[in-house]
């Protein structure tokens, strides 16, 4: 069995973003770039899958700028056995990622594809539900626990009132969540045997997909910044305040 594992190359989680001064985005010039965080689960998790003998081979895919590359070979550093990017100058909304994943999964016929639960650039917490729509496969997301046997996936998946346990038939999407997994450390001999793996270049005309933006961001700006906070002598003062001034209890 195939695994697709479709991994974003998003602002390093370290960095603190700041928006461009005519608002119309996140300036990302001079920025260190990394894999998203969620995605690396997904890539380890997929990894482990091959460890334990249940997957064949892992493939990564990225869709974006050339510099994409650096986060397939992260991906295959981690141990998946290939990359494909599908290479795009233009910033790419979750539907046409889902439109260029989706055709993809025709393409490579994967028996399970495990994405991150969300970017953490976009928070859109989107791609995974739209693939499942669009492949019409069934989907489980916010995974904390995998297990795949007699042709079945059995995903425990984090929701607001706790665990929740699904059994899916494959092929599947999964997204990935927090807990499942630590993603092991990159070693350097794994980068070094990262770069000799094979890794495709492909433009969204060759999946036939239009990526056309549908959704216009009219304006980004800073969140408002916090005011400085107050001591208060004791607890009668602040219930008082807490009731009159900030009107919470
Ligand atoms: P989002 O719906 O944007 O929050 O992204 C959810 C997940 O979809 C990510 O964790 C990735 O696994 C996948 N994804 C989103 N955008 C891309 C992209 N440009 N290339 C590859 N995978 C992506």
């Known amino acids: 069995m195939k695994v ?3 991994v974003k190359r998003v602002v390093d989680y ?17 920025v260190k770039m990394s894999m998203n965080p969620f995605d690396e ?39 998946a056995d290939r990359g494909i990017l599908v290479e795009c100058a233009d910033e790419l909304q979750p539907l046409a990622v889902a439109k260029l994943l ?17 970017a953490i650039d976009d928070d859109c917490n ?41 059994s899916l038939s494959l ?7 927090l807990r499942l997994n630590e993603p092991r450390y990159v070693t350097l001999p794994n980068i070094m045997k990262a770069k000799k793996k094979t890794l495709d270049v492909v433009k969204p005309a060759d999946l036939g997909v ?15 910044k916090r005011g400085a906070g107050i001591k208060v002598p ?6 008082a305040k807490l009731k009159n001034e900030a009107k919470v209890i």
Do not use: Y
Request: glycine content about 8%; aromatic content about 0%.
């Open 4 to 6: 697709l594992v479709p």
């Open 14 to 30: 370290n960095v603190k973003v700041r928006v461009k001064s005519d608002g119309t985005g996140v300036d990302i010039a001079n």
């Open 41 to 79: 689960i997904a890539v380890e998790e997929a990894v482990r899958l091959k460890e334990k003998g249940v997957v064949t081979e892992v493939i990564a895919v990225s869709c974006g700028v050339t510099q994409c590359q650096e986060t397939l070979r992260t991906a295959m550093a981690i141990g």
């Open 102 to 118: 989706k055709a993809l999964v025709d393409k490579e016929q994967p028996g399970l594809i495990i994405l991150g639960k969300q």
């Open 126 to 166: 989107q791609t995974g539900q739209m693939l499942a729509a669009l492949a019409g496969l069934p989907q489980a997301t916010f995974a904390s626990k995998v297990e795949v046997a007699d042709g079945k996936l059995t995903c425990t998946r984090e929701i607001d009132g706790g665990l929740e346990t699904l």
């Open 171 to 177: 092929p599947a999407v999964i997204t990935t969540d």
């Open 210 to 224: 239009d990526v056309t933006p549908r959704i216009k961001t009219l304006n980004v700006s800073e969140p408002p």
């Open 234 to 239: 004791d607890v009668a003062t602040l219930v």
